[in-house]
């Protein structure tokens, strides 16, 4: 007989850099997304859609050659038919390449919040990973500092209604077109009399991209840099006149806020009010939500000269400041239904729908295991009640509710009725 060659077949592993999102993960995720929903509902503003694969040229173009994400950090690649595509790297320039495209710029301003995962080849660490997922807002067509108001009001109450806590906003202006080029001559005249004393990203940065030297981590670049040239020096008269507006109206809706000159963001596109909401309970990586406003955008790629302002929140960063409560705070079913015996087990799976009709949420154990450690997994789900159904409860059709969040001695307490009556009480 044959020798049967056995080939030990080695473990396949996610990718570094991507993450799996299990059950007991994704009920958090789920959790901020309908938040999100809801609060997106409320103040009027609708859902898009876009693509994960987009042409290379869409992000070269809209945040520009010179930055590190276009530079550095994108998933590039050629595809069947030789066209460069690559993995969006945020969504902004998605998001108004399609509203280009399908000539929503013709219908009016628009408002529009859009989900899911991007793509950057960086360095991965707590809260950023080279799979990501952003929450992002677009007011395309909206031109006004109060605009710029209402996108911030919109992120500020979302993060708070979420329980986020330590939250802070950091606002600069970036100025019109004019105020950045003199500030930029400016800029790079000083950063090359100072050359030798920055550290070496902001030594390459220098040729590529000066601006964004201003948001070095480096600790003595940092200090350097607090005597350069201050960008609110370089404003003209309307671009001052523009953020103290914004200034005025945050202070009236209460919403604190701190000047930060040093605040540019990392993509080109951006004009006038810039923004970052951090929290003190994160560590290094503490923006939670950034964004600003980005005028000339739309007709750089393509589509008419329009104002628009928008913001994205890292899931991932989220994630991490609400993963602290337990995961009952964000789901448990109200109904677990506990059943044993070939009538009771049959009879559960008409009760736990019949339920679910009532828009209960319920979830039955199909372990045919003792009570016994089928209620301990009821309680362990934070259900509100436990169902307990036994061949002699089924063949009355009658169900037993057990109350599992009552103090410890009212817990004993049961109460035995007709399936019927329970499900009057949600009529």
Not at 298 to 303: F, N, P, R
Request: some cysteine.
């Amino acid at each position: 007989m044959a020798e049967v060659n056995v080939h030990c077949v080695e473990k396949l592993q996610v990718l570094r850099g991507m993450v799996d999102l299990l059950p007991s993960e994704t009920i958090l995720w789920q959790h901020i997304e309908e938040s999100a929903n809801r609060h997106f509902k409320k103040a009027g503003v609708s859902e898009i859609r876009t693509p994960l694969l987009e042409a290379t040229e869409l992000f070269s173009r809209g945040i520009g050659e010179a930055t590190d994400v276009v530079g550095k950090e994108m998933y590039s690649f050629l595809d069947r038919g030789n066209r460069n595509c690559t993995l969006r790297p945020e969504g902004t320039a998605s998001v108004v390449r399609s509203v280009i495209q399908n000539g929503l710029t013709s219908q009016g301003p628009q408002k529009l919040w859009y989900s899911g995962p991007m793509f950057r080849y960086e360095r991965p660490q707590a809260g950023r990973q080279r799979q990501f997922h952003q929450i992002g807002l677009e007011f395309i067509g909206f031109g006004s500092p109060r605009s710029e108001v209402e996108a911030i009001s919109i992120a500020w109450d979302l993060l708070k209604e979420l329980g986020v806590t330590g939250l802070n906003l950091e606002i600069n202006s970036l100025g019109n077109d004019e105020d950045r080029k003199t500030y930029r001559k400016n800029l790079v005249a000083w950063l090359e009399e100072n050359f030798k004393s920055l550290d070496s990203d902001s030594q390459t940065r220098l040729k590529k991209n000066p601006l964004r030297i201003l948001d070095s981590k480096n600790p003595s670049t940092k200090a350097l840099l607090t005597n350069a040239p201050n960008l609110k020096d370089f404003l003209s008269k309307e671009s001052k006149e523009r953020f103290q507006k914004v200034e005025d109206e945050l202070t009236k809706l209460s919403i604190p806020f701190e000047v930060n000159p040093m605040l540019v963001r990392g993509l080109d596109y951006y004009s006038h009010t810039a923004f970052e909401i951090t929290s003190s309970d994160l560590g290094a990586q503490s923006t939670v939500c950034g964004g600003g406003r980005y005028d000339g955008l739309v007709e750089q790629l393509g589509g008419p000269s329009t104002p628009a302002i928008g913001w994205a929140i890292g899931m991932e960063r989220l994630i991490l400041l609400l993963s602290r409560n337990e995961p009952e705070t964000y789901y448990s079913p109200t109904y677990y239904l506990v059943n044993r015996g070939e009538q009771a087990e049959s009879f559960a799976l008409k009760v736990a729908r019949d339920l679910r009709y009532h828009n209960q949420n319920v979830e039955l154990d199909l372990s045919s295991a003792a009570f016994s450690k089928q209620l301990k997994r009821a309680d362990r789900s934070g259900a509100k009640w436990a169902v307990l159904i036994g061949d002699t409860e089924a063949k009355e059709h009658e169900v037993i509710l057990k109350d599992l969040r009552s103090k410890k001695e009212e817990r004993s307490k049961e109460e035995r009725l007709k399936l019927k009556d329970l499900l009057k009480r949600f009529s």
